[in-house]
């Protein structure tokens, strides 16, 4: 007899028992629904709106590989996860997968057992200022006062950075994003750091946004992306390549607006074998044949995820910048399906 | 126990120990003993799996590795180069720093409150009540985030200090400057002739301790009291005032030359600042250095300053280039011949002052933020406030309990015996309801030493936010690092109960 | 001092009073709080934008509890009061209604978190067992085996029968309901689609609706800002617009969950349809599968095989029979639960799970017996030594450490543990308290009546014990109530973590005090109520015994 019966006495419905090894695919398939570790919230990539549903640029990759196994995009647990709990929750099997603007680095991937499955945003470390303290570059800030958020690897960054330019600074950290930037514009730190992306989210929301300004410098690379348990090599396959397939599809020209005939009239054989109408990729993940379709139905290709939820037409407004595809001048480079 | 007591012979059953309320006892811990050590084997089993499951182990050694982090408030020496242990050390002594402060000011607020919450005037007793239920029944958290927020808000920040016409000024004759990074107030320097001063104040001490004693003796022997206060007063300060003011005034006409690097004949310290930038100085442990930095700071200049302590390693340091501007004393001057071992130093026309034994060093403003003197961050000051408000509603219920537990009689009877109304209140009620106050004072003394951590929510960098906080999530090491995180706390919240309990002792009622 | 008291009253108001009047109730977003605020010529320190709070208040009280089963939480608590009655108001109210005070934590745990009937009520018929083997065993043997015995007894009916018991209730009232509910599903799934379309239409309709509000008002703000002589007229109006948008967006967002609502049922229907399909299947491959268990009998691996087979299959068919024969209602994820919801359900349970554990540890740090007693001591101290946010951030990264590997259970329920264990630390010194209260005499009057141990405590010493308690109880509750944000620290969404994720959306990103102030309130207005309550109860039982 299981152990959930016992604990499931307690609360019924509350039990996930879960295994830390190579059957997720399995076990979110049997339970119908995937879990997806997010932020609490963090403008742009992960809020929950007026009627609880979340919304965001890392919200579109839980959908997008919810569609891909289960062929909803709806079907997705969003477990909200601090700077802290974000690693436990994975490495407990509390959820299938991190969606959380997680930074890739060495350690992450090689102490921590976890696996970087690709990157869905190029960011890196900023600064802004206030317009009216007349600094143009990072480089003059020595002695300002720096908000930071705490728990992420811009800590790390910003001590390596004033410690090589031989500067000192004073750092305030601070817990969310919210008190940051209250700090922040009240005049209690000079700079407030963090991802560019972050910044430009931030600044969009002023009273008057053109009283501040992003300094040019990007001190550090913060390739975000989502990661999955070490060791169940399977899992980490499905949501790399559903990742995969949301790039190649906007380099291919595939749409939500056109998947669902663009399969079936094209020419290019890699398009077809992307939507599942030649070949059998989708059997080799173990899944159905039309998952990257219902991938990019579920909230459109890469590029339209980006529009969405960050991109110019938002609020927060930023521009493609690294993340374009590589044929316009961007990183963004899926492998070829075949 | 009773088996002393047992007929040596009667013969023993299994039976008995279940039916024998004597061994009944020993059975029913025998097995809970049992079932205790089973538990804790299955827990660590289970820990040792899950472990060996991950790729982890149980290990120490990451307290020893380099951290990486800055950290703004620190009590002792630390940068990023140093280690995580120490870092969690960096935070432990900010948490005791505020539980400390914490809890002599929720005291001081709490007897206030207290009493005027007993006070005759509606308006104040009212306006104590307001407090009193607001501050216990709105979450801490809440409270401190305010707090934090109303603070920011309300104070001007360094940037409003600037300019010929400034929206805010500095405090107590260009001393002490609030901002909404913290209140920015003069740190003492020690100078030449500190150790004469500390070793005046010393004798003073002893003197203190000497007439008090004195004091004492000649009360019991012939009653009269000896105005104790105003001699210890008197003795505490006027010799140390005395011998400061000599001492200065000895060595205040003595001026240190500016030796600077690849300065040229006839160069002013602003010239030469002009010409090199951003200087850094090497400062001797003397006040010279710090006139030496404040000088900068008035021509507007912030300085790096490199610490030596001797002038071997001053020579090393400028030879090195760390630094290459430094204060030094006439005769050191005196012997360095222009060039030394390759480096030219030449003296500015400027030179500052030798400084008293005893200066204060005021906070300036210099680049983005004040700089010199002691800063009280925000983050402290936010936290402090809202431990000790929320810990004062608390401490005001007590006291007022504690006066009310005092009868109506004791006052009176005091009254009759001619005793003056502070007497009243020192010599007969406060003892009293200090017996009634102490034992809840002192667990609300350990609630505010564990609230402190919830110092995360304004940045302050407590244990909890050092090694429970950046640490862990670092290195990955939660086992461990919330294992020594919940030690600490244990120990202090032991050695908190236990002191008091000490003091609780002595002032207890001695019942015969 | 008067003066003083009053000048700084006077100070503070004058700050406050204004700001929160000069709020804007009706906006869509910060930005469109600012343009009206702008509109009456201030800017946003100059009135609050209380816009948030009307956008988000069902968030901040019920979290992600779906909209159409508020009526459980709210019953919940109602029924709560009922519950707490026969304790509290002792002397108006029926003691038979005891009862129903015993039952209502399990008819609480079902409304809230749904699912089968069966389950509560097996979960209570295994403490009715536990009593039936006490009675029984208690006339065998002495007191504290036959203790021994029912938790034995009970233990054995949660871990064996209750699932077993469940499955079969499910199982029997699902089948016959098998053909209905497919017929019923598969006409449900062919009205779907056209649901799904109107409901698309409408939220296309209204969103058409506002935009053309939101031109219009934007033309009466431009017109403003030229700085027209009538201002206060179109002031006026834009308010009016204001209010036209509010009202507009109330209907689309409820639009849009209509939308959600129907897809979520068209796309669940689709899945639900494909697993009831194969439940014939299974249930006739089930004598098979049995078939090859028995024929494997001695081959250790296809016995293995052929049992895993089985047990799969008949899992499959317990988890179709779960949803085809529920009685009882919907399920709902404990994730879902948030806001003040989730704080209340924090407390109410810390506090009443913890009640028995305070008791046994007040008892045991009281006992003769030395073991027990250091054990209690040990355990009371070191909960009290640490703070509950470490104790949170245990539950939240260690406690999967120290599980058997491969159990993990949900985020809630591992606070809800840490948080008992942690109340019944501080609940086992109030009830000290109150023992260490009750004159000498009864107890001694207790043990000279001839009365052993547990009916001594049971009959006189812990009635009157728990009877001085419970300002001491009201208060332990309060502070636990308020200590239930710090879990904002582990990632769980109560009211303070839903003002974070409520500024993380781009319409309210920068919204502040308009949030706290809210929730301080709402703290405020519960805590003050239970402490005045609590007060009323000392001064009654100080009556009492005078």
């Known amino acids: 007899m299981n152990k959930s019966v016992f604990f499931g006495t307690v609360a019924a419905a509350s039990l996930v028992a879960g ?79 991190l969606a959380r603007n997680t930074t890739w680095t060495f350690s992450r991937d090689v102490d921590l057992s976890f696996e970087f499955v690709g990157i869905n945003y190029y960011d890196g470390q900023g600064f802004m200022v206030p317009r009216e303290l007349g600094v143009s570059s990072a480089l003059e800030l020595d002695g300002a006062t720096v908000c930071i958020q705490t728990g992420t690897t811009t800590e790390l960054n910003l001590a390596d950075f004033f410690a090589s330019n031989n500067m000192s600074y004073e750092p305030v950290p601070i817990e969310t994003n919210a008190e940051a930037q209250q700090q922040y514009l009240a005049g209690a730190c000079d700079v407030y750091t963090t991802d560019a992306s972050g910044l430009a989210a931030t600044r969009a ?134 | 126990m009773a088996t002393l007591s047992d007929p040596p012979r009667e013969s023993f059953h299994i039976s008995q120990l279940l039916y024998d309320t004597r061994y009944r006892s020993i059975t029913i811990q025998v097995i809970a003993f049992i079932l205790i050590v089973a538990a804790f084997v299955f827990l660590a089993r289970n820990v040792v799996i899950n472990l060996s499951a991950l790729g982890k182990d149980f290990d120490f050694g990451f307290l020893g590795s380099r951290a990486g982090y800055d950290i703004n408030q620190r009590l002792i020496e630390y940068s990023n180069e140093s280690t995580h242990g120490r870092a969690a050390l960096v935070g432990i002594l900010n948490t005791l720093l505020v539980a400390f402060l914490g809890c002599i000011v929720a005291t001081i607020l709490g007897v206030i409150a207290g009493v005027l919450r007993l006070s005759k005037n509606w308006i104040v007793s009212r306006l104590m009540s307001v407090y009193v239920e607001g501050f216990r029944n709105i979450p801490l958290l809440l409270w401190i985030i305010v707090i934090f927020a109303v603070m920011t808000e309300s104070t001007p920040s360094p940037r409003d200090f600037r300019g010929a016409d400034p ?183 400027d030179t500052v002052d030798r400084g008293r034994p005893l200066q204060f060093e005021r906070p300036q403003l210099a680049g983005f933020n004040f700089e010199g003197g002691v800063q009280l961050r925000n983050s402290l000051i936010a936290l402090w406030f809202a431990l000790s408000l929320y810990t004062g509603a608390f401490i005001a219920e007590i006291v007022r309990a504690g006066i009310l537990s005092v009868s109506r009689g004791q006052t009176e009877a005091a009254f009759a015996l001619g005793l003056r109304p502070n007497r009243t209140m020192n010599l007969v009620i406060l003892p009293q309801a200090l017996r009634v106050i102490i034992p809840p004072l002192i667990s609300q003394y350990l609630n505010l030493t564990k609230n402190s951590s919830l110092a995360i929510a304004v940045g302050y960098m407590d244990v909890r936010a050092t090694l429970g906080g950046i640490t862990i999530n670092q290195t990955g090491r939660e086992l461990e690092g919330i294992l020594l995180m919940g030690l600490f706390y244990l120990a202090l919240s032991l050695l908190i109960s236990a002191v008091m309990n000490l003091y609780n002792n002595s002032v207890k009622l001695q019942e015969r | 001092m008067t003066i003083l008291s009053v000048l700084f009253i006077a100070y503070v108001l004058n700050g406050i009073v204004p700001w929160m009047l000069g709020g804007v109730w009706n906006a869509g977003s910060l930005a469109e709080c600012r343009t009206v605020l702008g509109a009456f010529g201030g800017d946003s320190h100059s009135g609050a934008c209380w816009a948030v709070i009307e956008d988000r ?131 449900n799934l062919a009205i779907l689609p056209e649901e799904v379309a109107t409901a698309e239409a409408l939220v296309e309709s209204i969103d058409a609706q506002v935009a053309e509000i939101v031109a219009d008002r934007d033309a009466v703000v431009s017109r403003i800002m030229e700085g027209v002589s009538d201002v206060s007229a179109l002031q006026d109006e834009l308010l009016a617009y204001q209010r036209t948008l509010t009202d507009l967006r109330n209907q689309q967002s409820s639009a849009a969950r209509a939308l959600t609502v129907v897809t979520a049922e068209l796309n669940d229907g689709i899945r639900l349809l494909e697993s009831y399909q194969t439940l014939p299947a299974l249930i006739e491959a089930l004598p098979e599968l049995r078939e090859n268990v028995a024929n494997a009998a001695g081959d250790e691996v296809a016995l293995a095989a052929a049992e895993d087979a089985l047990r799969s299959a008949e899992e499959r068919m317990d988890s179709i029979y779960a949803v085809l024969g529920r009685v009882g209602l919907p399920p709902v994820q404990s994730r879902e639960i948030g806001g003040f919801l989730l704080a209340l359900i924090l407390g109410v349970s810390g506090i009443v799970l ?193």
Not at chain 1, 270 to 296: F, H, K, S, V, Y
């Open chain 1, 19 to 97: 295994f830390a090894s190579a059957q997720t695919l399995a076990e979110v398939q049997e339970r119908g629904t995937l879990n997806c570790g997010v932020t609490t919230g963090l403008t742009g990539f992960a809020a929950p709106d007026a009627n609880g549903e979340w919304q965001g640029f890392d919200v579109g990759v839980c959908r997008a590989v919810a569609a891909a196994v289960l062929g909803d995009a709806n079907a997705v647990e969003f477990v909200p996860t601090t700077g802290q709990t974000r690693f436990t929750a994975l490495a407990s099997g509390e959820i299938d997968m």
């Open chain 2, 167 to 349: 929206e805010a000024s500095m405090l107590l004759g260009e001393s002490v400057a609030i901002t909404n990074r913290g209140i920015f107030i003069p740190a003492p320097v020690w100078g030449d002739g500190a150790f004469l001063l500390v070793s005046v104040f010393i004798v003073s001490l002893a003197g203190i301790w000497a007439f008090r004693r004195f004091a004492r003796k000649r009360q019991e022997a012939t009653g009269a009291i000896l105005p104790v206060f105003w001699v210890s007063l008197g003795l505490f300060f006027v010799p140390v005032l005395v011998v400061y003011f000599a001492y200065s005034a000895a060595i205040s006409r003595d001026q240190y030359p500016l030796l600077a690097v690849g300065a040229e004949q006839g160069m002013t310290l602003e010239s030469y600042v002009e010409a090199n930038g951003n200087p850094s100085i090497c400062a001797l442990p003397s006040t010279a250095g710090v006139n030496l930095s404040s000088a900068l700071r008035e021509i507007g200049q912030r300085a790096n300053i490199v610490r030596v302590s001797t002038e071997a390693e001053l020579l090393e340091a400028v030879q090195s280039g760390d630094c290459i501007l430094a204060a030094v004393s006439p005769t050191v001057a005196a012997s360095f011949p222009g060039t030394v071992e390759g480096v030219e130093m030449a003296a500015l026309t």
């Open chain 1, 205 to 338: 929301t002023f009273e008057d946004p053109s009283a501040h300004v992003v300094l040019p410098e990007i001190v550090s690379k913060e390739p975000l992306g989502p990661l999955v348990r070490h060791g169940d090599n399977e899992w980490g396959d499905i949501v790399r390549w559903t990742l995969n397939a949301l790039i190649a599809a906007e380099e291919l020209g595939v749409t939500s607006a056109n998947v669902g005939e663009i399969g079936n009239t094209t020419e290019n054989p890699e398009i077809r074998r992307l939507l599942g109408t030649e070949g059998e990729l989708g059997a080799m993940l173990g899944l159905d044949a039309d998952w990257a379709a219902n991938a990019i139905a579920a909230g459109g290709n890469y590029g339209e995820i980006f529009e969405g939820n960050i991109g110019e037409s938002t609020p927060i407004g930023l521009a493609r910048g690294l993340n374009a595809q590589w044929t316009d001048g961007g990183l963004l480079y899926a492998p070829p399906f075949r």
């Open chain 3, 57 to 187: 208040w069902s968030q901040l009280v019920f979290g992600f509890y779906p909209q159409e089963y508020y009526w459980r939480p709210v019953l919940t608590f109602v029924l709560m009061a009922v519950a707490l009655a026969p304790i509290l108001f002792s002397d108006w109210v029926p003691r038979q209604l005891m009862i129903f005070s015993i039952l209502y934590p399990f008819i609480a745990v079902w409304l809230i978190w749904g699912g089968s009937i069966w389950v509560p009520i097996l979960v209570v018929a295994s403490f009715v067992v536990g009593y039936l083997v006490y009675r029984i065993a208690s006339g065998v043997v002495f007191a504290g085996l036959a203790v021994g015995l029912a938790i034995l007894a009970t233990v054995l009916w949660w871990m064996f029968a209750i699932d077993a018991i469940n499955s079969r209730l499910n199982a029997a009232v699902g089948a016959p309901r098998y053909d209905a509910a497919v017929a019923d599903l598969e006409a």
């Open chain 3, 354 to 546: 913890s009640f028995p554990l305070g008791i046994l540890l007040a008892l045991g740090r009281q006992s003769d017996l030395i073991l027990l007693k250091m054990v209690s001591v040990a355990f009371i101290e070191v909960i009290r030594g640490v703070p509950l946010i470490v104790w949170l951030i245990t539950a939240s990264l260690l406690l999967n450490y120290f599980l058997p590997p491969g159990t993990t259970f949900d985020l809630v329920l591992r606070v809800v543990i840490m948080v008992t264990l942690f109340a019944s630390a501080y609940m086992a010194e109030v009830i000290r308290g109150g023992l260490a209260a009750l004159p000498r005499g009864q107890y001694e009057g207790a043990d000279s009546l001839g009365l052993n141990y547990a009916q001594s405590m049971r009959l006189i010493v812990l009635p009157q014990a728990l009877k001085i308690s419970i300002p001491g109880i009201v208060s332990t509750f309060i502070g636990l109530f308020k200590d239930t944000v710090l879990v904002v620290f582990i990632g769980l969404l109560d009211p303070i973590g839903f003002s974070n994720s409520i500024r993380a959306d781009t319409d309210w990103n920068g919204v502040y005090w308009e949030i706290f102030i809210f929730i301080g309130a709402c703290f405020f207005v519960f805590c003050y109520g239970m402490s005045q309550y609590s007060q009323y109860l000392e001064r009654k039982l100080a009556t009492g015994h005078r």
